[in-house]
């Protein structure tokens, strides 16, 4: 059973800043693309950083030059570190993983998996 476990959220003052984690565990034989997204009451999901497999990083333009996305593949684990937030930055956040599983017993599949999130709050 793969499991997404994100940590590091938490309510902190505007220009401060957090680091969110998302562990990766069970049976995967890889992980291609790893992204946080991020969502508000009301509103669809927005992508906010991804990195690739041989980390290669995007960001969306309201996050630029704030936040950095890493990953740590020895772990399976990605990282947001978020500096000078904002209380725009509010929002639910989310990690989302390309993996490669066992399937069967002699074959694999691609999927793409959820973490559950977890709460970023920023004050003004």
């Known amino acids: 059973q793969v499991q997404l476990k994100e940590s590091g959220g938490g309510l902190v003052q505007a220009g401060g800043s957090l680091r969110l984690s998302c562990a990766v565990s069970g049976a995967i034989f890889g992980i291609n693309d790893m992204r946080w997204y991020r969502q508000t009451p009301g509103n669809q999901r927005e992508l906010v950083a991804t990195i690739s497999g041989d980390d290669n990083t995007n960001y969306a333009n309201s996050v630029k030059g704030r936040f950095t996305i890493s990953r740590d593949n020895a772990k399976n684990t990605v990282y947001l570190q978020m500096n000078n937030l904002k209380p725009e930055d509010t929002a639910r956040y989310y990690c989302?993983?390309?993996?490669?599983?066992?399937?069967?017993?002699?074959?694999?599949?691609?999927?793409?998996?959820w973490g559950q999130g977890t709460q970023v709050t920023v004050s003004s």
């Open positions: 989302n993983v390309d993996i490669r599983e066992p399937f069967g017993s002699t074959s694999y599949r691609d999927s793409n998996r």
